[in-house]
């Protein structure tokens, strides 16, 4: 292709434009605005909690300066983007959440004495630029007014800057004290193991989420009539959770795993295109995402027409065993790997009692064997918070190999997985998927359900159904 041809093909994304321009035009849009009287906002309640997380972070990084991006929006197609959402390092250590502008940079100057933070924006263009009106990425008329620097800094007790001046503060630095998000291990590893620990506003942030969620659940099961009468039900249950989860908080905090019959076998089933039978079951994997970029991550299986059939209600009744089993030990100075040999322990013994494989559940235990692990592949839990797999940069002893601590949060989520063409387990065995997820704080002496509020037990499952459907 000659240069001539590309340029003219560069050109073209904008040929559908019929936008005024000419600075007269300027000068005549920019005119007989009123002027903002607003007051500033009051400080956040995070800025305190963010104020200290930076300072741990400067006190460990003396003598740097460290760049913390935002990141910036990302292209779904051609000129439409998905909704943005910051980089969590970077929502964690500013407090900045869904309102946060996409490009945005924090500074950690570690340098002197004290450590000196400043947030790096791009602020609302001036009315008397052609940008107010004619640029559709940022331009105030597309996308609305973004805040100013006065705003921002006094709602996240943060100094700002114009993000025009970002390029030359960094040049004035020496290069080998600036040490970046996308370029240092050890800054991924330490913002990251950062948050193993929640503060007081974070765990506050996490019931919000999971109050939400349960909202989100209770709306699936509103809607599971609507369901069964739609060839592509599971649509129907992803739509409902989603309609609550925009309602109450951001977004979802992942994709919605609507699960019916065999489907749920998939582990990351987030398709849905399936449909939603009477006497099968949902297996329903949902969070919402609240303002402050926090998650919930809550499973439940339900039985679509309200009640459990015998076998049905015999498996779920093995994982709620092997659940209940890791809450029974699950306190600060236990770990992650030993929650999970607990929950594996049940496990094995289940599916050796069954009989789908010879020799005894001890056996299936070893290493070498590990037979029950055909049904339930995956890990017991894992840290949740600004991300549904949080601390997901943390060095493994500092996880799966550390002990439990007050104040961390996680998930206990055993399942087992039944698919339709194991041939390795009875009929009436196959097709069935159950996992039972809740979120937990851990506390001084144990942990805290803080997803207790949905019902468990199936009787209380049914009845609650039975409730919400009347």
């Given at each position: 292709?000659?240069?001539?041809?590309?340029?003219?093909?560069?050109?073209?994304?904008?040929?559908?434009?019929?936008?005024?321009?000419?600075?007269?035009?300027?000068?005549?849009?920019?005119?007989?605005?009123?002027?903002?009287?607003?007051?500033?906002?009051?400080?956040?309640?995070?800025?305190?909690?963010?104020?200290?997380?930076?300072?741990?972070?400067?006190?460990?990084?003396?003598?740097?300066?460290?760049?913390?991006?935002?990141?910036?929006?990302?292209?779904?197609s051609n000129d439409?983007?998905?909704?943005?959402?910051?980089?969590?390092?970077?929502?964690?250590?500013?407090?900045?959440?869904?309102?946060?502008?996409?490009?945005?940079?924090?500074?950690?100057?570690?340098?002197?004495?004290?450590?000196?933070?400043?947030?790096?924006?791009?602020?609302?263009?001036?009315?008397?630029?052609?940008?107010?009106?004619?640029?559709?990425?940022?331009?105030?008329?597309?996308?609305?007014?973004?805040?100013?620097?006065?705003?921002?800094?006094?709602?996240?007790?943060?100094?700002?800057?114009?993000?025009?001046?970002?390029?030359?503060?960094?040049?004035?630095?020496?290069?080998?004290?600036?040490?970046?998000?996308?370029k240092s291990t050890?800054?991924?590893?330490?913002?990251?193991?950062?948050?193993?620990?929640?503060?007081?506003?974070?765990?506050?942030?996490?019931?919000?989420?999971?109050?939400?969620?349960?909202?989100?659940?209770?709306?699936?099961?509103?809607?599971?009539?609507?369901?069964?009468?739609?060839?592509?039900g599971e649509r129907?249950?992803?739509?409902?959770?989603?309609?609550?989860?925009?309602?109450?908080?951001?977004?979802?905090?992942?994709?919605?795993?609507?699960?019916?019959?065999?489907?749920?076998?998939?582990?990351?089933?987030?398709?849905?295109?399936?449909?939603?039978?009477?006497?099968?079951?949902?297996?329903?994997?949902?969070?919402?995402?609240?303002?402050?970029?926090?998650?919930?991550?809550?499973?439940?299986?339900?039985?679509?027409?309200?009640?459990?059939?015998?076998?049905?209600?015999?498996?779920?009744?093995?994982?709620?065993?092997?659940?209940?089993?890791?809450?029974?030990?699950?306190?600060?100075?236990?770990?992650?790997?030993?929650?999970?040999?607990?929950?594996?322990?049940?496990?094995?013994?289940?599916?050796?009692?069954?009989?789908?494989?010879?020799?005894?559940?001890?056996?299936?235990?070893?290493?070498?064997?590990?037979?029950?692990?055909?049904?339930?592949?995956?890990?017991?839990?894992?840290?949740?918070?600004?991300?549904?797999?949080?601390?997901?940069?943390?060095?493994?002893?500092?996880?799966?190999?550390?002990?439990?601590?007050?104040?961390?949060?996680?998930?206990?989520?055993?399942?087992?997985?039944?698919?339709?063409?194991?041939?390795?387990?009875?009929?009436?065995?196959?097709?069935?998927?159950?996992?039972?997820?809740?979120?937990?704080?851990?506390?001084?002496?144990?942990?805290?359900?803080?997803?207790?509020?949905?019902?468990?037990?199936?009787?209380?499952?049914?009845?609650?159904?039975?409730?919400?459907?009347?």
């Open positions: 292709m000659s240069k001539d041809a590309s340029e003219k093909l560069a050109a073209r994304g904008s040929a559908r434009s019929h936008r005024p321009s000419g600075n007269e035009f300027v000068k005549y849009i920019g005119s007989n605005w009123a002027a903002d009287t607003s007051p500033l906002p009051k400080q956040d309640k995070v800025a305190p909690f963010a104020a200290q997380r930076r300072a741990t972070v400067a006190n460990a990084f003396k003598g740097k300066v460290l760049v913390i991006p935002a990141g910036g929006e990302k292209v779904r439409t983007g998905y909704r943005f959402r910051p980089h969590s390092a970077f929502a964690h250590l500013t407090g900045w959440g869904s309102a946060t502008v996409p490009d945005s940079v924090l500074v950690i100057d570690s340098r002197g004495k004290s450590a000196k933070s400043t947030l790096y924006f791009r602020e609302t263009a001036g009315k008397n630029t052609d940008e107010f009106f004619a640029n559709s990425a940022i331009g105030e008329f597309w996308v609305g007014s973004r805040p100013g620097l006065k705003h921002v800094s006094a709602l996240l007790g943060l100094a700002t800057k114009s993000l025009s001046k970002l390029e030359v503060d960094l040049k004035s630095m020496e290069k080998k004290d600036v040490l970046t998000l996308e050890a800054l991924v590893e330490f913002v990251s193991e950062l948050r193993l620990i929640k503060d007081a506003y974070e765990i506050a942030e996490m019931k919000k989420s999971v109050a939400a969620s349960i909202k989100g659940f209770e709306s699936v099961v509103k809607n599971l009539k609507a369901a069964t009468k739609h060839p592509r129907i249950v992803e739509g409902a959770f989603f309609a609550q989860a925009r309602a109450e908080g951001n977004d979802l905090g992942y994709e919605t795993i609507a699960a019916a019959g065999h489907h749920a076998c998939t582990l990351h089933w987030i398709i849905n295109d399936g449909p939603v039978k009477p006497g099968e079951l949902l297996l329903l994997d949902a969070g919402v995402e609240v303002d402050s970029l926090y998650t919930a991550d809550v499973t439940r299986t339900l039985p679509i027409n309200g009640k459990f059939s015998k076998i049905q209600k015999e498996i779920y009744l093995a994982v709620l065993e092997a659940a209940d089993a890791v809450f029974a030990i699950a306190k600060p100075g236990v770990t992650y790997s030993e929650m999970h040999k607990t929950a594996m322990k049940v496990i094995a013994q289940k599916t050796a009692k069954w009989g789908f494989y010879k020799g005894g559940y001890e056996e299936s235990l070893k290493p070498e064997n590990q037979w029950h692990r055909r049904w339930m592949i995956h890990g017991t839990g894992h840290h949740l918070g600004l991300d549904v797999h949080d601390c997901a940069h943390a060095r493994r002893s500092m996880y799966h190999d550390h002990v439990l601590e007050e104040g961390m949060i996680f998930t206990i989520e055993p399942g087992l997985y039944f698919h339709k063409d194991d041939l390795m387990v009875p009929k009436e065995f196959r097709g069935i998927g159950v996992r039972i997820e809740d979120d937990v704080l851990v506390t001084k002496n144990g942990v805290k359900n803080l997803t207790a509020a949905l019902p468990r037990k199936p009787k209380e499952i049914e009845k609650w159904m039975a409730k919400l459907r009347s």
